[in-house]
């Protein structure tokens, strides 16, 4: 049986975990890592200012990259069909045009923040419940998968109809997820013990080592 079936049931999508892929970094680097995100978590909680235009960066940035690459997408790739590439075109000069906005009004940028976070937060509960159907999920598994799944749904409506509230439960995510994964990363560089990373399951032995040929 492979190491990944091991893991999870077969079949259920494991979403990639930020600490996962910092694991074969060096471990001053992940302290480094780690401390950043625990100080800009902090700020985030603690200084309305600092997570407003943290926030609005964010979802600036994140944005921009993504019209930047559907543009050149969609002017660069000649295998698409015409109607795809002008569907893509299209789609990354808006893109391009709301994170320039998000960038001059900060106002704009929150609140548009705030629909995009209740919004994803509704398909991610709708994500999780469809990974608690496939046969061979334990019950326990279905039953919290489905609940954490409803709430996320619950929350993500409620941030999109009230938006203080929804303001609120964003800063609180991304401060609390930036503290979260700030601490896991500091324990896992600090802590001599911590696996470092898995080793593939056919590497062949490394030549020279005890028995080897000298």
Same mark, same amino acid.
């Given at each position: ?26 471990? *001053? ?19 309305? +200012? ?27 790739? +000649? ?15 808006? +893109? ?21 976070? /209740?919004? /994803?937060?509704a398909f991610a509960g709708l994500g999780l419940i469809s990974t608690a159907l ?8 279905? +039953? ?11 929350? /993500? ?9 929804? =303001? ?20 896992? /560089? ?6 470092? *990373?898995?080793? =593939? ?14």
């Amino acid at each position: 049986m492979s190491t990944a079936a091991a893991g999870a049931p077969a079949g259920i999508p494991r979403p990639p975990n930020p600490v996962e892929l910092l694991r074969h970094l060096p471990r *001053s680097t992940q302290i480094a890592l780690g401390g950043i995100a625990i100080v800009i978590g902090a700020l985030v909680l603690l200084l309305d +200012a600092f997570a407003v235009v943290f926030i609005v960066a964010l979802f600036g940035v994140a944005i921009l990259f993504l019209g930047i690459s559907s543009l050149a997408h969609g002017i660069g790739n +000649a295998k698409l069909p015409g109607w795809m590439r002008g569907l893509e075109t299209a789609f990354g000069v808006l +893109a391009i045009g709301i994170a320039a906005a998000f960038l001059l009004d900060l106002r704009f940028g929150f609140i548009f923040s705030t629909l995009l976070f /209740g919004f /994803g937060l509704a398909f991610a509960g709708l994500g999780l419940i469809s990974t608690a159907l496939p046969p061979g999920v334990p019950a326990w598994a279905q +039953a919290f998968r489905t609940i954490v799944g409803v709430l996320d749904i619950v929350f /993500g409506f409620l941030a999109v109809l009230f938006v203080p509230l929804g =303001a609120l439960l964003m800063v609180l995510f991304v401060g609390l997820s930036l503290l979260f994964v700030g601490i896991e990363l500091v324990v896992l /560089g600090a802590l001599p013990g911590t696996p470092r *990373s898995v080793p =593939a399951p056919d590497s062949p032995p490394a030549s020279g080592g005890p028995g080897g040929s000298g």
